[in-house]
């Protein structure tokens, strides 16, 4: 399963975002969120240092539509799947390790030629999960 986080400014401020705007490798700058379990709620905010083994991933995408999750100390190919940017979201496709169809989406709060946030939400039965991510344009 692709992270993502990663969880993207707005290079038009109304969620027009194409493809195109995506195009290439991204790396972690920070994040925050909380989780809230029961009605308790645990914050969290991290900065990502330049260390590759602080940040861990780099997040790809290609003008194919393609998406690679790298290992960012080897530099390897963790995960990949395909992608689409679509009403202001990012939707990434992917399998897990059964075969099974993924696809995630996050909302893109703004994507430039040289960042990107996302965020995401999740409410389940008892709590909710947010997380807003920053990336930064390394390639």
């Not at 379990?37 to 194919?64: A, K, L, V």
């Not at 995960?79 to 399998?95: A, P, Q, R, V």
Request: aromatic content about 14%; charged content about 35%.
């Amino acid at each position: 399963m692709l992270l993502l986080v990663v969880v993207l400014p707005s290079c038009a401020g109304d969620g027009d975002f194409g493809n195109d705007d995506i195009v290439g490798r991204w790396q972690p700058v920070e994040e925050e969120g909380y989780d809230e379990y029961m009605g308790e709620r645990e914050e969290y905010s991290y900065t990502y240092s330049n260390d590759p083994e602080d940040y861990e991933i780099i997040m790809e995408f290609t003008s194919d539509g393609k998406v690679y999750e790298y290992d960012a100390v080897d530099n390897e190919i963790d995960d990949e799947g395909t992608y689409e940017i679509k009403d202001g979201k990012l939707f990434i496709t992917s399998y897990d390790y059964e075969g099974e169809k993924e696809v995630e989406s996050s909302n893109i709060v703004s994507l430039t030629s040289s960042r990107l946030v996302i965020e995401n939400r999740e409410k389940y039965e008892y709590g909710e999960y947010y997380l807003k991510m920053t990336l930064k344009k390394v390639k």
